[in-house]
T-cell receptor
Framework: AQSVTQLDSQVPVFEEAPVELRCNYS??????LFWYVQYPNQGLQLLLK??????LVESINGFEAEFNKSQTSFHLRKPSVHISDTAEYFC?????????????FGSGTQLTVLP | ETGVTQSPTHLIKTRGQQVTLRCSSQ?????VSWYQQALGQGPQFIFQ???????GRGNFPPRFSGLQFPNYSSELNVNALELDDSALYLC???FGQGQETQYFGPGTRLLVL
């Protein structure tokens, strides 16, 4: 079965510390990979995506994620977090073949940045 | 450029009733997908519409149905509401069939009593 596993449901971290949010996926076919962020009472915002090419992708606000095909992982990292990074983070994938792109999401990781 | 909008923002219904949720896609986008996000969980794919036709469906019963209009806006209809239908319903739009990047609206929060 195809699925996304986010290994940590909650990650507390102090401000300016580094953080890694882990994501593993299971799929028998090629996939596109995404990280979305959800602030309280809001919809999802695309943070970054891997479609092809360089396995390291970056967002404009300092996050990066690396696609590791052998380990079927797409972990999200930031070297120094801010209070404003507090949010729920969702890892997702879409199968890269076929005409419909349905996103399969993990259960989310709540990142809480402490002062 | 206008983003994805959804209405209403909140809704309260009772079990057995019917509900219609609305979504306007981002300017230039012709594909709309709907997702259900239960409390504390990740979103689950309901279905996708491309050029007014259903283009894929997740594991939801037939009482979940949808429409897409010529202007690419969309509706999600749920009949015979159940308590477990209480969730945040998210609409996402993208350009073109098979486009990988979807942009989400703020969602409609439905409470079924």
């Amino acid at each position: 079965a195809q699925s996304v596993t986010q290994l940590d449901s909650q990650v507390p971290v102090f401000e300016e510390a580094p953080v890694e949010l882990r994501c593993n996926y299971s799929s028998s076919v090629s996939v596109y990979l995404f990280w979305y962020v959800q602030y309280p009472n809001q919809g999802l915002q695309l943070l970054l995506k891997y479609l092809s090419g360089s396995t390291l992708v970056e967002s404009i606000n300092g996050f990066e994620a690396e696609f590791n095909k052998s380990q079927t992982s797409f972990h999200l990292r930031k070297p120094s977090v801010h209070i404003s990074d507090t949010a729920e983070y969702f890892c997702a994938y879409a199968v890269s073949s076929g005409s419909a792109r349905q996103l399969t999401f993990g259960s989310g990781t709540q990142l809480t940045v402490l002062p | 450029e206008t983003g994805v909008t959804q209405s209403p923002t909140h809704l309260i219904k009772t079990r057995g009733q019917q509900v219609t949720l609305r979504c306007s896609s981002q300017s230039g986008h012709n594909t709309v997908s709907w997702y259900q996000q239960a409390l504390g969980q990740g979103p689950q794919f309901i279905f996708q519409y491309y050029r007014e036709e259903e283009n894929g469906r997740g594991n939801f019963p037939p009482r979940f149905s949808g429409l897409q209009f010529p202007n690419y806006s969309s509706e999600l209809n749920v009949n015979a509401l159940e308590l477990d239908d209480s969730a945040l319903y998210l609409c996402a739009s993208s350009f073109g069939q098979g486009q990988e990047t979807q942009y989400f609206g703020p969602g409609t929060r439905l409470l079924v009593l």
